[in-house]
């Protein structure tokens, strides 16, 4: 993420954060923020002359290269404790880090999980419950230090997360480009959906957007979905089910093919609660669980069996 990097650039120079502002002729506030979502030509060029990066490295750390712009999680913090400034983080990839830094990929709202330890993501201080704010530092600090009480993110306890939810997580995740979504006809019918899982869900959080809620939240909201327990019983036969299990193998798609599993999911999602689908064809009949388990089965790791027994496929 490019704040990232200019945080640990401004570090390393000896500014603190928030007064790096004035080195590239910015006003105080959260910059850093903004130059994630778009960086102005003059600034690209002064980071070049200083630091030798091409513009186009640094076009390519921006959230807007190849992430759906919808799907960003905000960055608002007014100084209050509940007020939500959704950095996430996984304090395993801080630790292994040479120079810890926030992944582009963690300020997706749908991203509740990380892809490399499978653990669940934070986005509060376990030590004083605040906002990760690395763009309000005002005194010289690494970014991975809270900013209200200084408590090393890398010591964060890792939290758990259920292999069926982590299998959903990196279902959106693998299909979640900008480029796949653009060039689907069912990509702006998955946003929506992705946007109103928490509706999908039900429970507490149904009537807000997935964008405004915590970590926590989101991943409350995951787990309902993913959960074995929220669906009917299958009363099916043996043979019903092997019938089932042919018939999953025919209709599901490869990995690669971003496009059928973005109207898969879109049909998933929408049947969760009744809504219309997307396409014509057999697809609409797949349960969301039914997709994760044949997304499992085709996604090799250590999680792969449990989730698999998990919903019974």
Not at 168 to 176: F, M, T, V
Not at 191 to 205: C, D, E, F, T, V
Not at 260 to 279: D, F, K, M, T, Y
């Amino acid at each position: 993420m490019l704040s990232s990097w200019l945080h640990r650039l401004a570090y390393a120079n000896g500014v603190p954060q928030k007064a790096f502002a004035r080195v590239l002729g910015l006003n105080p506030g959260m910059w850093s923020a903004a130059l994630d979502l778009k960086l102005p030509t003059d600034i690209a060029n002064l980071l070049y002359a200083k630091t030798g990066v091409a513009p186009d490295q640094q076009a390519a750390m921006t959230l807007s290269r190849d992430l759906p712009g919808q799907l960003l999680l905000p960055l608002r913090y007014n100084g209050h404790r509940d007020s939500s400034a959704w950095l996430q983080f996984c304090s395993r990839c801080l630790t292994e880090d040479a120079q810890p830094y926030f992944r582009r990929r963690w300020r997706l709202a749908t991203r509740v999980s990380c892809t490399q330890h499978g653990c669940r993501l934070r986005d509060r201080c376990p030590s004083c419950h605040g906002c990760i704010t690395a763009f309000d530092q005002t005194g010289l600090m690494p970014q991975h230090y809270c900013v209200a009480c200084g408590y090393d993110l890398r010591r964060a306890p890792v939290p758990y997360i259920s292999p069926t939810t982590r299998t959903l997580d990196r279902c959106i995740d693998n299909i979640c480009s900008l480029e796949a979504i653009a060039h689907s006809p069912f990509g702006p019918v998955l946003i929506r959906r992705l946007l109103s899982m928490p509706n999908a869900a039900g429970g507490y959080y149904s009537t807000m957007m997935l964008t405004v809620l915590s970590t926590a939240a989101r991943t409350y909201c995951a787990e309902r979905l993913s959960s074995p327990s929220e669906w009917p019983v299958d009363y099916a036969t043996d043979d019903e089910k092997d019938r089932k299990a042919r018939r999953l193998r025919r209709l599901i798609p490869p990995t690669s093919d971003h496009s059928a599993w973005i109207e898969l999911l879109a049909n998933a999602l929408g049947r969760r609660r009744g809504r219309p689908v997307v396409s014509d064809g057999n697809e609409p009949s797949i349960k969301l669980l039914d997709l994760l388990g044949a997304y499992a089965r085709m996604s090799p790791g250590p999680g792969r069996r449990l989730v698999q027994e998990l919903i019974g496929t």
